[in-house]
């Protein structure tokens, strides 16, 4: 079965420090993989995705992420982290074919940046 | 100029109403689907149409019942609410054909039974 894992419930983090929120994932075949971010009483807002290629997406914010194939991770990072980038993330892989495709998130991970 | 909108932003109803949540897009995108998040804020697939026909119909109370009246909208009618219906819906739209199509949100309905 596909899945995505992000192991960490709360991230806190410095502004201005760098940040890392965490993502795992298990699926069969090459992995269509993608970071989401809800801000509060808002929709899901996307970030960036990985497809093929270089394992280095750039996204949206500064955001960024890297695919590791041996580690099955998508972890999100940024080099110096806004308080405005306190928000809930999640990581999701895409699965199925044709039309009948669909994302399947993970649990969030809710990022604090203190000033 | 809003991509995917839904309506109402807010609704509270009774035990065992029926209501409706409307979802609409101007991306020109032919596949849109229908979420669901709780209060822990877990995200699940409901429904996806493609074209105005169901193609992935989760394991769902069948009280509810999406339609989709053309490829832009995309509703969302629940009957006999129950008070574990309460939740945020989220509607989205993706545009079929492309390797990782990328799905786009609306800003959701915090749906809240009584």
């Known amino acids: 079965a596909q899945s995505v894992a992000q192991p960490e419930d709360q991230v806190n983090v410095a502004e201005g420090n760098p940040l890392t929120v965490k993502c795992t994932y298990s699926?069969?075949?090459?992995?269509?993989l993608f970071w989401y971010v809800q801000y509060p009483n808002r929709g899901l807002q996307f970030l960036l995705k990985?497809?093929?290629?270089?394992?280095l997406v750039k996204g949206s914010y500064g955001f960024e992420a890297e695919f590791n194939k041996s580690q099955t991770s998508f972890h999100l990072k940024k080099p110096s982290a806004l308080v405005s980038d306190s928000a809930l993330y999640f990581c999701?892989?895409?699965f199925g074919s044709g039309s009948a495709r669909q994302l399947t998130f993970g649990s969030g991970t809710q990022l604090t940046v203190l000033p | 100029d809003t991509a995917v909108s839904q309506t109402p932003k807010y609704l509270v109803t009774q035990m065992g109403n029926d209501k409706s949540i409307k979802c609409e897009q101007n991306?020109?995108?032919?596949?849109m689907y229908w979420y669901k998040q709780d209060s822990k804020k877990f995200l699940k697939i409901m429904f996806s149409y493609n074209n105005k026909e169901l193609i992935i119909n989760e394991t769902v109370p069948n009280r509810f019942s999406p339609k989709s009246p053309d490829k832009a909208h995309l509703n969302l009618h629940i009957n006999s609410l129950e008070l574990g219906d309460s939740a945020v819906y989220f509607c989205?739209?993706?545009?079929?054909?492309?390797?990782?199509?990328?799905?786009?949100f609306g800003p959701g309905t915090r749906l809240t039974v009584l």
């Open positions: 990985y497809i093929t290629g270089d394992n």
């Open positions: 999701a892989v895409r």
């Open positions: 989205a739209s993706s545009q079929a054909g492309r390797a990782a199509d990328t799905q786009y």
């Open positions: 699926v069969s075949g090459n992995p269509y």
């Open positions: 991306l020109g995108h032919d596949t």
